[in-house]
Structure formats: structure tokens, C-alpha cells
């Protein structure tokens, strides 16, 4: 991936451009205000912990600049890498991603006598998470060209990215955006046939998000195909125990920063001297709002025959469980989750009925049928199956398990065939870029003028000729813009958009 060609020089620039943009947008004092005047602040019953450090004057400044980026879940996050899991709730974040903030402050210890822990803190989230949205991006565009091996798409796929509905949320104090790089760079390293890089990655993400564990899949299918593949060629047993054994270690590989949390919180909790102090403006905290620490009664769920805490916190605290959301009341939430959910599943049925025996036999069959040795590049590329596969059992599982409004950004963090699928759109419904490629030997680079003189990036093109654009490309690019905007201007007003 390094060093960087042209179009991913163009990538990483449209993402500095759109990061720098959205970070002007919640730090500028005049943006804010027009923000504020818009929306005002909105008085959220969410986790708002006490701040223990004295506040100077450069820490007020802080909080005036990036305090937006401290909202919902964010608060979280940030509670957890300044006093760590205290509050039994604390414990459906997973410890990743305060780690890495926990790294962040220490390149920023020159400051600590000018600045307080959380003021470096929050210095340190908007910074790393501008890091991993660009890194983000850059493996996203990696990965298309070895999946889709078309570099047009996989570039307008990596554009796009940096256009995410989920765009708050790689921005702000949320766990997104270094997920997001960790699991894009996993697969490009698992298409490169490097399984334990690709493994090492793929467990860093289960420490940093649940939904990691899902990634096993990608594990479990490499490892498939090459047995498939070698039927008939090597010793069918002793490549039957080699896939066995094979499976078992990705499963445990993955498993094992789930389950080394869980042990974590079985010890806080279910263990007896093992809790921490806690000051007490915290310990109030606890009494007031009823929150559970562990110095207080054992929970029920260290009874259980396997103790896990996360699942106790979803069902408890969150409420989370197959069609618990489905209520009246719920309406506005599903609509905010519609645009996603139709997005991924006009995908998905359009892969499918393009290759539906391929579908039936998983891509594993083998036989005499060679149509599919020369498959045609692209978002209809075998290859894809998988990753089809994966981002149809997340918004499956969300849609029926979850608060179905994180929708956009659990799956805009984490599977990109929610940018393949606008792409290969863009690419074959916009006649705009259709006719580019109508120029044998046109490089990918060259300029993309579309009435721009030296424009070289054609996302940006379609936005300055939105009036010839077909309607595919205006619901496409309406949609990834005012999610986009709409996100920054209610999520930093603590209105929910979580």
C-alpha cells in the first residue's frame, strides 16, 4: 500500500479536505454559534459523569473547541480512559479504543501543566480519530482494488468513504473510526494471503468493538475455499484435520479479547477485594442514578453458568434483544435507519440475482463450470461474496436485534460493501463518469475536468454539475451528504443522533 499511487494520493486528500472541514464545522466559534442558533443544545438524560480536575482557562478552551465530540457514548469513552470500568454499565464499551487514548495523552504529558487529563483526552480523540479515518480510507481503497479489481470503482468507493453518513461518529470520541482501519486493513491483508497479519488485526478490532467477532467469517471462509481447493490434489484427511485444527485457532484467536474483557469484569464484580477505590463525587454518582459498582451487591449474571457481563449490560441497561425495538414509538428511529438498511439490501439482492448459483454453493462449488475463472471486475466480482455475505448478517442482526438508529454507523464502519455497491452505481448509471470510460487508455488520474478545469476528483466533479447528474447519483450523493451534515449539526447538540 506504500508508497501511496496518485489515486490514493487523491484519496488521502479528499479525507484530510473532508476531516479538516467537519472539525472546522464543531471547533469554529462562529460555526458553533450558527449551530447553537439553529439548534440548541438539547438536555439529554445520558451518562454526564462529574469532571474531578480543576478547569483552567486553556481546559475551558478545549471544552469550547471539541466539547461536540464528547457526546452520547463519546462521555463514555472518555470516562472509562480517565478512571477506568468503575460503574458496571461502563463495561458495554470495550477497552480498545480507551487504550489508544490512554497512548494519545502521553505524546501530549509536555502539556499537563497547561491542560487536565480530560482536556488531553479530547485532544487526543480528535486527533487519533483523524489519523484512523484517514489510514480508514486508504485501506478501504487498498482493498477495493484487490477485491473488485476495478480501480475506478475502488476508487469511487474510497471517495465516498470520506463522504460517510456514519461521518460524525469517525470523528467524535466514538470507537468507529480506528475500528473501521483496523477491519479494512485485516481483509486487504487476508486478500493478500497473509492470514496472521490479517488474524492479529482482526482481533485487535474484537478489542476494540463487539461486532468484531462477526469477522471470523472472512477467517473461516479463506480457510474453506483453500481446503475446497485442494481436493483431489492433497491427502483429503490430512488436509479435513488441517482445516479443523485451522478453525478452531481463528475462532479462539478471535475470541480471546471477548472473553479476556469478560474475565476482566467477572473479577471486578464476582471476585471478592479485587474493586478500586472510587472518589467520591463518583461514588455519588452511583447513589444517584442507581449505577452498580463493584463494591456493592454481586449481580445476577455472576450466577450464570457462563458469566458474561456484556450480554447482561445489552439486555439490562440497553434493552437490546430480538424485536424489543419494535414499538410506535420507535417510528422515527426506523426511518433514520431506512436510508442504510435499503441501500445494503438493494446490494445484496442485486448480487444475488446476478449470481445465484453462486450464492446456493457459497462460492465453494468445484466442477467443470468455468464461467467464473474470468469473472467480469468489479462490485459483481466472486470475490465479493463474502463480503455480501457479512454485511447482510450485520444489518440482519441489527435490524432485529438493535436500537435500529446505529444502523448507519455500525455498518458504515464496518463493512465496505456499503461503498461498493454507490460506486459500482456511480460508475455505471452516471453518464458523466460513464464516459470516461469511452476513452481507451485514459489514466484515473487524469484531470477530471466535468466543467472544473483541473479537478481531478470526479465526486467532487458530479457536486459542482449536480443539475446534469441522472437521480441515481442525486439520491446517492443527497443521501451520503446530508447524513453527513445532519449528523455533525444534531449529534454536537446532543439531540439523538446516535
Given at each position: 500500500m506504500w508508497p501511496l499511487n496518485p489515486s490514493q494520493k487523491e484519496v488521502l486528500r479528499f479525507a484530510v479536505s473532508c476531516r479538516a472541514l467537519t472539525l472546522m464545522l464543531q471547533v469554529s466559534h462562529s460555526c458553533l454559534a450558527l449551530f447553537n442558533a439553529i439548534i440548541p443544545d438539547h438536555h439529554a438524560e445520558a451518562f454526564s459523569p462529574p469532571h474531578l480536575a480543576p478547569s483552567g482557562f486553556m481546559d475551558q478552551i478545549v471544552q469550547s473547541l471539541l466539547g461536540g465530540l464528547s457526546r452520547w457514548d463519546a462521555e463514555h469513552f472518555l470516562f472509562i480512559a480517565e478512571h477506568g470500568y468503575l460503574y458496571e454499565h461502563n463495561f458495554a464499551f470495550f477497552p480498545g479504543f480507551p487504550l489508544a487514548l490512554l497512548i494519545g495523552t502521553e505524546l501530549l504529558r509536555p502539556l499537563r501543566g497547561l491542560l487536565n487529563q480530560r482536556s488531553c483526552l479530547l485532544i487526543s480523540a480528535a486527533s487519533l480519530n483523524s489519523l484512523f479515518?484517514?489510514?480508514?480510507a486508504v485501506a478501504l481503497h487498498d482493498l477495493?482494488?484487490?477485491?473488485?479489481?476495478?480501480?475506478?470503482?475502488?476508487?469511487?468507493?474510497?471517495l465516498l468513504f470520506c463522504l460517510s453518513p456514519a461521518n460524525v461518529f469517525l470523528t467524535a470520541g466514538y470507537s468507529e473510526a480506528l475500528f473501521a482501519f483496523l477491519t479494512f486493513s485485516a481483509m486487504g491483508q487476508l486478500e493478500r494471503g497473509?492470514?496472521?497479519t490479517s488474524g492479529?488485526?482482526?482481533a485487535l478490532a474484537t478489542g476494540v468493538r463487539s461486532n468484531g467477532l462477526v469477522s471470523v467469517g472472512f477467517l473461516l471462509y479463506s480457510q474453506c475455499q483453500g481446503f475446497f481447493s485442494s481436493l483431489g490434489v492433497l491427502n483429503p484427511?490430512?488436509?479435513?484435520?488441517?482445516?479443523?485444527?485451522?478453525?478452531?485457532?481463528?475462532?479462539?484467536?478471535?475470541?480471546l479479547p471477548f472473553a479476556l474483557f469478560q474475565y476482566y469484569a467477572y473479577t471486578q464484580f464476582c471476585l471478592p477485594g479485587s474493586a478500586h477505590s472510587i472518589p467520591k463525587p463518583l461514588m455519588q454518582l452511583a447513589v444517584d442514578k442507581g449505577y452498580r459498582i463493584a463494591e456493592g451487591n454481586e449481580p445476577p449474571w455472576c450466577s450464570w453458568d457462563l458469566p458474561l457481563i456484556y450480554s447482561y449490560i445489552q439486555d439490562v441497561y440497553w434493552n437490546v434483544g430480538f424485536l424489543r425495538y419494535y414499538e410506535l414509538k420507535q417510528i422515527p428511529n426506523f426511518l433514520l435507519a431506512a436510508p442504510v438498511t435499503v441501500l445494503v439490501s438493494c446490494a445484496t439482492w442485486t448480487y444475488v440475482t446476478t449470481h445465484p448459483w453462486l450464492c446456493l454453493t457459497l462460492g465453494l462449488q468445484r466442477g467443470k463450470n468455468k464461467t467464473l475463472e474470468k469473472p467480469n471486475p468489479g462490485f459483481h466480482s466472486?470475490?465479493?461474496?463474502?463480503?455480501?455475505?457479512?454485511?447482510?448478517?450485520?444489518?440482519?442482526f441489527g435490524g432485529l436485534c438493535m436500537h435500529v438508529q446505529v444502523l448507519t454507523r455500525f455498518l458504515g464502519s464496518s463493512t465496505p460493501f456499503m461503498y461498493w455497491f454507490p460506486a459500482y452505481l456511480l460508475q455505471n448509471?452516471?453518464?458523466?463518469?460513464?464516459?470516461?470510460?469511452?476513452?481507451?487508455?485514459?489514466?484515473?488520474?487524469?484531470?477530471?475536468?466535468?466543467?472544473?478545469?483541473?479537478?481531478?476528483?470526479?465526486?467532487?466533479?458530479?457536486?459542482?454539475?449536480?443539475?446534469?447528474?441522472?437521480?441515481?447519483?442525486?439520491c446517492i450523493l443527497g443521501y451520503f451528504l446530508t447524513y453527513w451534515l445532519l449528523g455533525l449539526l444534531l449529534h454536537c447538540n446532543f439531540l439523538p443522533w446516535t
Open positions: 479515518f484517514l489510514l480508514a477495493g482494488c484487490l477485491v473488485l479489481r476495478c480501480p475506478r470503482q475502488a476508487f469511487y468507493a474510497a497473509r492470514v496472521l492479529l488485526l482482526f484427511l490430512r488436509q479435513l484435520f488441517k482445516l479443523l485444527a485451522s478453525l478452531c485457532l481463528s475462532v479462539l484467536a478471535l475470541s466472486p470475490q465479493v461474496f463474502v463480503y455480501m455475505v457479512h454485511a447482510s448478517v450485520l444489518l440482519l448509471q452516471e453518464p458523466l463518469l460513464r464516459s470516461l470510460e469511452k476513452i481507451p487508455g485514459k489514466p484515473l488520474m487524469e484531470d477530471f475536468t466535468l466543467g472544473q478545469k483541473g479537478l481531478r476528483n470526479p465526486i467532487m466533479g458530479l457536486l459542482y454539475n449536480w443539475k446534469t447528474c441522472s437521480p441515481v447519483t442525486r
